[in-house]
């Protein structure tokens, strides 16, 4: 298969997460670059995001003058983590040009996946 086909027999790429201190946001990057740098590859995309949301907030908690372990403990919940997303995660997802699916996190994925349940994941798709 050369780059820019689709083959209709092979799963779409994935990527298994963004977000965790493994992840691209750690780095200061916002979820819309990490996504937009997806967008540029070609071929199908279905991109699995868990994050922490505040479903009370409308917008996006984000300082960037927050840098220390400690005040990112503090106003992020976590020491490697820069922002609290608010609902208008699902706007950042789609800005890109992803399509959204919302998934609540049930029995039995929430034992086999180690889930927290009734925890929200965001299943962004790019079509090839």
Same mark, same amino acid.
Request: net charge neutral; proline share 9%.
């Given at each position: 298969?050369?780059?820019?086909? $689709?083959? $209709?027999? !092979?799963?779409?790429? /994935?990527?298994?997460?963004?977000?965790?201190?493994?992840? +691209?946001?750690?780095?200061?990057? %916002?979820?819309?670059?990490? +996504?937009?740098? /997806? #967008?540029?590859?070609?071929? /199908?995309? #279905?991109?699995?995001l868990?994050?922490? #949301? @505040?479903?009370?907030?409308?917008?996006?908690?984000?300082?960037?003058?927050i %840098?220390?372990?400690? =005040?990112?403990? +503090?106003?992020?919940?976590?020491?490697?983590? &820069? *922002?609290?997303?608010? *609902?208008? &995660? !699902?706007? *950042?997802? !789609?800005?890109?040009?992803?399509? =959204? %699916?919302?998934? %609540?996190?049930?029995?039995?994925? @929430?034992? /086999?996946?180690?889930?927290?349940?009734?925890?929200? =994941?965001?299943?962004?798709?790019?079509?090839?």
């Amino acid at each position: 298969m050369t780059s820019g086909t $689709s083959d $209709s027999r !092979r799963p779409p790429k /994935t990527i298994a997460s963004i977000g965790t201190p493994a992840g +691209l946001s750690t780095s200061g990057e %916002t979820l819309g670059q990490a +996504l937009i740098e /997806t #967008v540029n590859v070609p071929g /199908t995309w #279905v991109v699995p995001l868990m994050t922490p #949301v @505040v479903e009370g907030w409308a917008e996006t908690y984000e300082n960037p003058a927050i %840098t220390t372990p400690k =005040l990112r403990r +503090l106003h992020f919940g976590q020491h490697d983590h &820069v *922002r609290y997303y608010g *609902r208008d &995660v !699902r706007d *950042r997802i !789609r800005a890109p040009g992803f399509a =959204l %699916t919302e998934v %609540t996190a049930v029995e039995p994925d @929430v034992l /086999t996946y180690g889930l927290n349940r009734g925890e929200t =994941l965001f299943i962004a798709t790019k079509p090839g």
